[in-house]
């Protein structure tokens, strides 16, 4: 492998500034891009941004051809499911996540359910609607709690908990008739509520084969306590004491596995990583969702903890030795708090300047990973929901929190919030 290697990085936002932290620290890697990147990326060594957005598929390959990128990195869901890799590939362009056939998995909950059955992969229960009165129907005669999910991508609103009848009416009206998300709305998938405690399990398939990463788990809601809307994710940490030996075991032989022998039935090519988010209940596992994508926070602390080269890693998936590559993590425990905008993951407002990002200097032990930040005069400002990830090691996930919390402590803006609870469930 040289040591000259050209990557470009595709997306904006928190997981994109750590896959450049630990690329800029590869010394295969000359030169980063990222595509369009935040205020965080640019500042890491070898790196630039790139004024093109992480959907504009056909001047990303413009932009790799032209500069002759030796690999490309996909952050986001939107671009793999239009089809980023399989236009890279069909012009010799390498570029590292699945097909979009593939990331069907992500883009269509509906395809995922059917998968999942099909496969005999643990899954809650669930129907499919297309038709508004059918949907309304099964309403009125199921119990509650019920979960009702848009089936396309609605950037993580698209899922809710419904105590009642009235609220359920409401929100399929709301999906399926005036079409709040679009077309990714028309279609529901109403499913069984499942209790238990959630987990990421992200894997790196080449294929084949299948390397499971360090396991981590993330605050979906924005209210401490696991209350309120749904988020991107509040904060996350690494390892997830849940996920035991036995329980890693039976994820790889009774999900993983399956569904990677389930893509290559079905005739597709996934390279790239692979996500499988679980509700473990008692010694009981079931999918949740599939994310063809790293997840964002969960990147941050994981790749803190990685040790290994992270071009090494990605190159060895397209050997297909993905199962032999001698990955190494730091035995710390890592774990990053989010920082965002008052008003996420509803309206909220984005310009303000972010006091004492550039004063608060990242340690070994803490980085700063930026999501929603641009630069505007000179200065760092806030631009997205959620605007900054500190993330710290530890020797436990105790440890990593009190570090985080204490540089988090330091960074103010108008509006800022941040919950306050972040690791409390892995420290009992
Ligand atoms: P999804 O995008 O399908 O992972 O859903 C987003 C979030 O909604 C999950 O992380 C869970 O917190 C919650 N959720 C999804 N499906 C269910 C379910 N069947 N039972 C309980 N909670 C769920
Ligand atoms: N943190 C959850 C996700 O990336 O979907």
Do not use: C, M, W, Y
């Given at each position: 492998m040289n040591n000259e290697y050209k990557v470009l990085v595709v997306g904006n936002g928190g997981r994109e500034h750590a896959f450049t932290w630990k690329l800029s620290?590869?010394?295969?890697?000359?030169s980063i891009y990222v595509a369009p990147g935040n205020a965080g990326t640019e500042r890491e060594e070898k790196t630039r941004n790139i004024?093109?957005?992480?959907?504009d598929i056909d001047s990303l390959l413009n932009f790799a051809k032209k500069e002759n990128i030796d690999l490309t990195i996909v952050g986001p869901e939107n671009p793999l499911v239009k089809g980023i890799v399989d236009l890279f590939t069909e012009h010799g362009v390498k570029c590292f996540g699945p097909s979009s056939d593939a990331a069907q998995l992500e883009g269509s909950k509906s395809y995922a359910k059917d998968f999942m059955k099909k496969y005999s992969i643990p899954t809650a229960e669930y129907e499919v609607f297309t038709d508004h009165d059918s949907a309304k129907e099964y309403l009125n005669n199921c119990s509650y709690p019920i979960v009702i999910k848009?089936?396309?991508?609605?950037?993580?609103?698209?899922v809710t908990i419904e105590e009642n009848i009235n609220t359920a009416l409401i929100t399929i009206g709301s999906f399926m008739k005036d079409e709040t998300f679009g077309s990714a709305g028309k279609t529901v998938v109403i499913e069984e509520f499942l209790v238990g405690e959630e987990a990421s399990f992200i894997a790196i398939v080449d294929g084949h084969n299948i390397l499971p990463l360090a396991t981590s788990q993330d605050h979906?809601?924005?209210?401490?306590?696991?209350?309120g809307l749904n988020t991107g994710g509040m904060g996350a940490y690494s390892p997830?004491?849940?996920?035991?030996e036995e329980l890693h075991e039976y994820v790889m032989h009774k999900i993983m596995r399956p569904t990677a022998d389930g893509l290559i039935k079905e005739g597709f090519s996934y390279r790239g990583f692979l996500y499988a988010g679980l509700m473990i209940h008692n010694d009981e596992v079931k999918v949740l969702e599939y994310n063809c994508r790293f997840g964002d926070p969960e990147t941050q602390p994981i790749m803190m903890r990685l040790e290994s080269d992270f071009i090494e890693l990605l190159e060895s998936s397209f050997d297909n030795t993905i199962a032999d590559f001698p990955i190494s993590w730091k035995k710390e425990s890592s774990l990053g708090v989010v920082m965002s905008s008052k008003g996420y993951p509803e309206k909220y407002k984005t310009g303000y300047a972010i006091k004492n990002i550039d004063t608060e200097k990242n340690s070994i032990d803490t980085k700063i990973f930026h999501s929603g930040t641009t630069k505007n005069n000179g200065e760092i400002v806030t631009s997205g929901g959620r605007v900054l990830c500190v993330t710290s090691l530890g020797d436990s996930i105790e440890a990593a929190k009190i570090k985080s919390y204490e540089a988090v402590s330091k960074i103010n803006w108008d509006g800022c919030y941040y919950r306050k609870d972040i690791g409390n469930k892995a420290i009992k």
């Open positions: 620290q590869s010394k295969h890697v000359k004024d093109i957005d992480s959907s848009a089936n396309g991508l609605a950037a993580g609103k698209g979906k809601t924005i209210g401490e306590g696991d209350i997830a004491p849940i996920i035991t």
